[in-house]
Each structure stands twice: as structure tokens, then as C-alpha cells.
């Protein structure tokens, strides 16, 4: 059987232009080379068997989120090679790109549809999703009434009505009630049970074991570590305290 | 290419349906603008050309009414297309961000969207025109070739022009202008033949002119259009459609980085 997710020397550079003019003499001459690069990820190999789940942990700026859009599709990578096989779904920056002005209810057929979900199953779906949510009647309210907590609560609910093969999670479960956070949880076993694999971003180190066997460590854009979660765990305390980036970051946000 | 977007077609056919929404949201007359705002646009340039300056140099063109919403209905779908169409990825960058999908369904569904709304004022417009006795033929077979074209150029200028627009904004303060521009150097509230010859000659060269053109020959005059007049636009298009899809190819897969 294939793998559900490959990465193959993955790279991604974003390209940062010193004066706006230049994005568009870029764009009519490709060959004018008027930006300078600036590397997030390097080349990074992985690969994800199905039904397996893999954390990904780094520091800020250490290229997790860029990875899981390259998983996601939503952006090419600038070196090597993605692929994913089967159904994807991805809640990435802590949403779906829900439209502030549609209820709830909307945004949820607008993203069903996006997913390819035919009108019948959607009216199915409908019900099951609300219920998940607990949003009750402000399921039918504008998203911009929203919380962040029920934000991701109806945007967790719709990811998982529908079993994904890969399922990519940023953050997600951090923002929800204790309540709902255990219910989320045991909606993921559900769907790691069923075959779903999964590819999860969470800075609560104590969530990381509980969800993954394997995972990942990222320090700037480079691969650092690939094994057993609770190895990662601990390599990456480590790793923190020989390098006190976050440590500078928290006080300086704190 | 064409099967994958199929596979969207659920999300393309809601977004029209969103669109509307989102367009009459909190207005009181709702839907009923979609008929009230070209008929007050047209009733303003029915009245400037037949009261305020009544034709001396519009020349023969029969009921000028008439005349005036032949070519008027389909530059407002054309300018629709381009006004909503050029922002569309800007106004998406959350969708864009988050979800994996052909871009090319936003400004297909803004075109789609517009033809639409469209075709039904058209289809209001040629009941009034059949109610007060205007002589209609089966030469209205001809709009539909006629509106396809001048949604296919709408179609691919928005998509380059979307693009563009999220490198440079500088595409959002240009359309206003560039569609004014256009609108008067095409044969709409005047016939061509009003032209000095002189002048005439260059509106040859806007491939609007023939697409117009024709749409009033077949409502106004009972007339087929003149088919070579339709190679210029039809080449303008084949050759539209490969410069947007050359940019759309280039730009498309790292999109969401720009925004």
C-alpha cells in the first residue's frame, strides 16, 4: 500500500522584494531575478503511513505551519516533492477561511462544497455538524459573533464530519474548553481507528504523546529529529534550553 | 482541467447564490436592484440622448430605446465581470490561505455569476421588447454565440487583471478609469456609423465593437451579425485566454504566499 503523505527534499522559499515595483518586472520577466529568497524550510523528508500519526514540533518560525501547507496544497514548495494520497482535509491558523459575514450553517456548506461534497450529503451533514459544535442556535449567527473557541469548535466539527485520509491539525485543540478539547480527542482516536492519518501541530508538549506515536522536530526549516513522540518531547525540552529563542520570545511578549 | 473544475461545480453554483446574498445583504428592495440599477442607468442615457440632446448626429438607428439597451445590457455584464472579478482573490486571501482549491473558481464564479444575472435582464428586456410591439426574429439565436464571446473576454482580462492586482493595487485604482475609457470607445449609446470615419477606423480595433455590434444588428435590425467582424474578436479571445492562462499557470501555485 502507498503512503499517505511523501515529502522528497522539500524546500520552500518565500521571496521578499525590496520595493513593490519590483513584484511586477518579476512577473512580465521571470528572468529579471529582482528579489532575494528567504528560506523557511530545507529540505525536509518524510513519510506518513496511513493511518499514522506524526506531531511536528519547533519553535516559532521554525517552519511547522509552512510544512503542513505544503502538505495541504495550498502552496507549492520552491525545492523537491509533496504528495498525499486520498481525501484531505486542513485546519490551519487556527480556521477554515470562514467568511465573517455567513452563519455558521453557510460557511459549513461553502467548505463542504469546496470538499466536494455532493448537495444531499451536505443537508445530512448539516445536523451532525451543529450538534458536534455545541453552538445551539448561533450556529444560524454571522461568524464574526463568534469566539475563537466556537470559531474552532465549528471548524473542527466540520473537519472531522467527513473521515478524511489526512487530516492536517494547527494549534487547534488548544483553544477549546477542557470539555470540548476531550471531545475532540476521542473524535481523532475515532478517525485514527478508521484509517485516518494524521499530521498535528500543538505546542502543549503533554497533548503530543497522547495523539501521536512519532514525531518531528523542526529547528529553522531544517529536520532535526524523526522518532518516538515521547523522545521528541524531551530532545526538543533540551533543544529549547540550548537555544533560548522562545525563552527571548515569551519575555518579550509577556 | 475542465474535469477537475466539475468537480467544483456544487461550490461554484453556491457561490453565485452567495454572491447575491452577500450583495443585497441588509438592503430592503433585496433582489429588485438587479433590475432597478441597469433600468435607472439606461433610463438616464435614454433621456440625455432622445430629450436633453435630442439625435442629431446619432443618425438612423430606429427606436433608440431600443438601440441603447441592445448594446448597454451586455457592456453591463462585461464591466460587472471585470469590476467584482478583478478584487476576487484579494477579497478571498482567507480561502485562499486555508483550503487547496483551483483558484480559477473565483473569477469563474463571478463571471458565471454576472452572466447570469445578466441573461435574466436580457430576457426582461426582450419580453418589453415584444410587449410594445417591437418586431423580434429568430435572429436572436445569435446573442447567445455573441454573449459567450464578450463573457470569454470579460472572463480573461479578470483573471489576468486579479492576478496582477495582487502584486500591484495599482489594477484596483486603474479599472474604474480603463472601463470608462472602454465604454466610450465602443458603439453603445452611439452607432458607429455617428463616427467620423476617421475615427470610426479605431474602434475597429476594440475587439467590444463587433461583439456589440452584433447584438444590435439581431434585436434592432432583425439582422445576422456580419460574421467577419466576429473573426477579430474571437482571435482577441483565443489569444486573451492563453496570456491569461500563461500568467494564471505562473502564479496560481504559490498564490497564497502574495497574501
Known sequence: ?254 | MVKSLWNYRSFVWGGIRRDLQLRYFGSVLGIAWLVIQPAGLIAVYFLIFTAVFPNRTLGNVGNYGAFLCAGLIPWLMFSEIIQRGHTCFLENAALIRHSSFPRILLPLTTTLSAMLNFSILFVIYLAVLALIGQRLSLHLIALLPLILLLGGLAFSATVALALVNVYARDISQAVPFGLQLLFWLTPIVYPQSAMPASLARFLDWNPLSGVIGGMQRAIVSNQWPEWQRLAYPTLFLALALLLSRAVYRRVAPTLADEL
Not at chain 1, 187 to 194: A, F, N, T, V
Not at chain 1, 206 to 211: A, E, K, L, N
Not at chain 1, 222 to 249: C, F, I, K, M
Request: proline letters at 4%; glycine letters at 10%.
Open chain 1, 1 to 254: 500500500m502507498s503512503v499517505a503523505i511523501r515529502c522528497d527534499g522539500v524546500g520552500k522559499a518565500y521571496r521578499h522584494f525590496s520595493h513593490p515595483r519590483d513584484r511586477i518586472v518579476q512577473l512580465l520577466w521571470p528572468a529579471a531575478r529582482k528579489y532575494h529568497d528567504v528560506w523557511v524550510v530545507r529540505d525536509v523528508s518524510f513519510s506518513v503511513e496511513p493511518g499514522e500519526s506524526v506531531a511536528i514540533l519547533g519553535g516559532n518560525g521554525a517552519g511547522k505551519s509552512t510544512i503542513l501547507r505544503l502538505v495541504a496544497g495550498i502552496t507549492a514548495p520552491t525545492m523537491g516533492q509533496v504528495s498525499v494520497h486520498g481525501r484531505l482535509t486542513a485546519m490551519l491558523e487556527l480556521g477554515m477561511g470562514f467568511h465573517a459575514e455567513f452563519s455558521g450553517e453557510q460557511n459549513v456548506q461553502m467548505t463542504a462544497q469546496l470538499y466536494g461534497l455532493r448537495p444531499a450529503e451536505i443537508r445530512m451533514l448539516l445536523p451532525r455538524i451543529r450538534e458536534f459544535s455545541e453552538l445551539g442556535d448561533q450556529f444560524f449567527e454571522p461568524l464574526r459573533t463568534y469566539s475563537s473557541g466556537m470559531n474552532i469548535r465549528l471548524a473542527f466539527s466540520l473537519a472531522t464530519a467527513v473521515r478524511p485520509d489526512v487530516l492536517i491539525i494547527d494549534e487547534a485543540l488548544a483553544v477549546g474548553d477542557q470539555n470540548f478539547q476531550q471531545k475532540s480527542l476521542a473524535r481523532i482516536r475515532e478517525l485514527q481507528d478508521g484509517g485516518t492519518s494524521l499530521l498535528f501541530v500543538s505546542h502543549d508538549s503533554g497533548m503530543i504523546p497522547r495523539v501521536c506515536k512519532r514525531a518531528l522536530i523542526l529547528d529553522h526549516g531544517s529536520l532535526r529529529y524523526d522518532g518516538s513522540a515521547e523522545g521528541a518531547v524531551s530532545e526538543y525540552a533540551s533543544l529549547a534550553v540550548s537555544t533560548p529563542r522562545d525563552a527571548t520570545l515569551i519575555v518579550e511578549h509577556g
